[in-house]
């Protein structure tokens, strides 16, 4: 058994594009990070593309071939993803739909995110679940920020079945409608239909809603349903790999995405995905993990957060935020030959965009027998320069692997 530890480091839509307010830099680019510099300076740099050069992914698709499998094959719905994050268990023929709080007016989605509080969601929550009645066993719970798992438990069901998630605002939410003509998928939708309307009903005048109002909160009074997904049937990382794995993460999506694959889930107190999470109890989690297990993933979101609310200004402060974390874990790595850390985005998020993009993403990797380059800055331009080139995510893992003989010869 190898004694190479591992570490992934995920900076979730880090990359970015030349931005006018930063004289055309990227955040990166703009800022000074210099634990970031360090792992670039001593480490082997390239470019990461998540799927396909110029195909934006989504965060599970992102995060599905980052830990060493093909998503264009074995992909089957972000929902289920979702519902494994908040701690659901869910049966083999279930389906799972990722949810939004959002607020409506007169009919209108005015914000999808019901302006991003999480206030009194949880007994929101309770409320649906506790009163909403569509026939079917389902379970309900709220998810990371203003995001919910909804999963419905019965015979005959698709997941076959339209978005109530217009995915914009100024317009009327969505009728879910079937995806094609079988009695399972008009039989789901009908179903999700009821369930929807149903909880408006609940949501609309309850006195918590009128609570977060008096907060100067959003009222989150309708449930927007989407990404409806199937347990996807692929190995757990062990079996692929031979390395036990944990998962430090505080988004559900990404907690389920690693449940899937069999990582033990680490809770951390004050780890909240939001702005305010405390990197440096992720750092000190990160490093403790190590004694217990062969490769730890670690998920940072607050990069990705400011890119899809559009601030360039917020997003520099957040790689500011990861870059004291990784001073934290490097400085209690005794020796770098021992660990290898790799470190980059699951995907671009351009602040200019407000959403994943195509852009492929700067990607290091540090300590263990790694090969060196001539890169000293961990940003967009420096790491194309990188020794390693362009690769693509499913090449990660391989990569660290590599470096603590984890992975078998093909052939003879």
């Known amino acids: 058994m190898s004694t190479v530890k591992l570490i992934l480091i995920i900076a979730d839509g880090i990359g970015d594009v030349p931005i006018r307010e930063f004289n055309y830099l990227t955040p990166l680019e703009h800022g000074t990070f210099p634990h970031l510099d360090r ?6 740099c390239g470019m990461m593309h998540p799927l396909r050069r110029g ?5 599970d698709t992102a995060h599905i071939a980052i830990l060493g499998q093909d998503p264009l094959k074995t992909y089957r ?7 494994l994050g908040v701690g659901i268990e869910p049966t083999s023929g279930a389906i799972g739909f990722r949810v939004n709080f959002g607020t409506v007016e007169d009919g209108i989605v005015t914000d999808r995110r019901a302006g991003r509080s999480p206030r009194h969601l949880d007994e929101l929550s309770r409320e649906v679940r506790e009163t909403v009645d569509i026939g079917v066993p389902f379970s309900f719970r709220a998810a990371t920020g203003t995001r ?9 069901l698709s997941p076959e079945v339209s978005d109530g998630d217009p995915h914009h605002t100024g317009v009327s939410p969505l009728t879910i409608e079937p995806l094609d003509g079988s009695d399972a998928a008009r039989r789901t939708a009908s179903l999700l239909n009821s369930f929807v309307s149903q909880a408006y009903e609940v949501l609309r005048d309850h006195r918590l809603n009128a609570k977060r109002i008096d907060a100067g909160d959003l009222p989150a009074n309708f449930l927007l349903v989407r990404g409806a997904g199937v347990r996807p049937a ?3 990382f062990q079996e692929q790999f031979g390395a036990s794995a944990a998962c430090i993460a505080a988004t559900a999506l990404i907690r389920g995405v690693a449940r899937c694959y069999g ?3 680490i809770d951390v107190p004050e780890v909240t995905g939001e702005y305010d999470t405390n990197a440096q109890a992720k750092a000190e989690a990160t490093i403790e993990a190590l004694r217990s297990y062969d490769f730890v993933f670690t998920h940072f979101k607050p990069t990705d957060t400011a890119s899809h609310d559009g601030d360039p200004v917020k997003k520099e402060a957040m790689i500011k935020k990861l870059d004291a974390m990784m001073g934290t874990i490097i400085s209690s790595i005794p020796d770098p030959h021992d660990t290898v850390i790799a470190l980059t985005g699951d995907h671009s998020s351009p602040c200019v965009v407000k959403d994943h993009s195509g852009e492929d993403v700067p990607f290091v990797m540090w300590g263990g027998r790694v090969r060196t380059d001539d890169v000293g800055r961990f940003d967009e331009r420096s790491c194309a320069r990188g020794g390693l080139g362009h690769i693509f995510a499913e090449d990660i893992v391989y990569l660290m692997m590599n470096q603590a003989n984890k ?3 093909f052939g003879a």
Do not use: H
Request: hydrophobic share 45%.
């Open 234 to 236: 692929v190995p757990t």
């Open 55 to 59: 195909l934006p992914a989504g965060s």
């Open 407 to 409: 992975v078998k010869k």
């Open 77 to 83: 719905g972000r929902g289920y993803l979702e519902a």
């Open 39 to 44: 792992l670039a300076r001593e480490g082997i």
């Open 263 to 265: 990582f033990d889930l």
């Open 148 to 156: 919910a798992a909804l999963v419905l438990e019965d015979e005959g």
